[in-house]
T-cell receptor, first 114, second 115 residues
C-alpha cells in the first residue's frame, strides 16, 4: 500500500532556531517528492520538488534532502521565523499513470514562538 | 503566486441545501483537481479532470459531482448537503514543470460547514 508517513506530528521551536522534519514513504514506482507549506485556512504552497536523481534542493531557508534507496526525505529549516508557523506536508508522486497521482502525508504542524 | 481562485472561502449552510463551490484558474492548465481535507488529516483526491468534458472520480468516494465545460472553470456541486460533508475543499490545477513532474497549484480552499 502506498503511504507517506511524517514525523514529528507537531513541533514547537523558538524563533531563530533550526529544525528538521522527517518523511518516510512506500510509494512505488517513485516519480518525485514534494514538500508543501500550508498556512492555517489556506491551500498548500510548493517549497521543493525532487526527482529520483536529486538528493538535495534548497529554497531560501528551506533545504530538502532525498534518499531514494531508503525512501526517506527531510526538510531542514534554518533560522526560523514566526511566519514559518504552518503545516509542512510531504507529498510523493508515482509514475504509474499519466495523472501522476499524489500521496499526501498528514503534515508536521510547526509552531515558532518569539 | 498561483492564479487559482475559489469561492466562497467560507460557507455555513443547512442540511438538504444544494451548493456549488467555484474554482477557476487563469493559467490555462489542462489538469484540475478537487481535494477534501479534514483538520490534521491528509488531503484526499475526490475528483479530477484532464481537460474540457473530462471528469473522473478520485480515491475518496464523494457524493459531490463536478463539471468541466471550460478550461478555466471546475465547479463542484453537492445536490443535498449533509453534516458529513463538513470539511475543507481544495481545488488545484497542474502543468508540466519538467519530465514526469507536474507542478500542482492550490487554491485557498473553501471551508464548508453543514448544520
Amino acid at each position: 500500500k502506498n503511504q507517506v508517513e511524517q514525523s514529528p506530528q507537531s513541533l514547537i521551536i523558538l524563533e531563530g532556531k533550526n529544525c528538521t522534519l522527517q518523511c518516510n514513504y512506500t510509494v512505488s514506482p517513485f516519480s518525485n517528492l514534494r514538500w508543501y507549506k500550508q498556512d492555517t485556512g489556506r491551500g498548500p504552497v510548493s517549497l521543493t520538488i525532487m526527482t529520483f536523481s536529486e538528493n538535495t534542493k534548497s529554497n531560501g531557508r528551506y533545504t530538502a534532502t532525498l534518499d531514494a534507496d531508503t525512501k526517506q526525505s527531510s526538510l531542514h529549516i534554518t533560522a526560523s521565523q514566526l511566519s514559518d508557523s504552518a503545516s509542512y506536508i510531504c507529498v510523493v508522486s508515482d509514475r504509474g499513470s499519466t495523472l501522476g497521482r499524489l500521496y499526501f502525508g498528514r503534515g508536521t504542524q510547526l509552531t515558532v514562538w518569539p | 503566486e498561483a492564479d487559482i481562485y475559489q469561492t466562497p472561502r467560507y460557507l455555513v449552510i443547512g442540511t438538504g441545501k444544494k451548493i456549488t463551490l467555484e474554482c477557476s484558474q487563469t493559467m490555462g492548465h489542462d489538469k484540475m483537481y478537487w481535494y477534501q481535507q479534514d483538520p490534521g488529516m491528509e488531503l484526499h483526491l475526490i475528483h479530477y479532470s484532464y481537460g474540457v468534458n473530462s471528469t473522473e472520480k478520485g480515491d475518496l468516494s464523494s457524493e459531490s459531482t463536478v463539471s468541466r465545460i471550460r478550461t478555466e472553470h471546475f465547479p463542484l456541486t453537492l445536490e443535498s448537503a449533509r453534516p458529513s460533508h463538513t470539511s475543507q475543499y481544495l481545488c488545484a490545477s497542474s502543468t508540466k514543470a519538467r519530465d514526469r513532474v507536474y507542478e500542482q497549484y492550490f487554491g485557498p480552499g473553501t471551508r464548508l460547514t453543514v448544520t
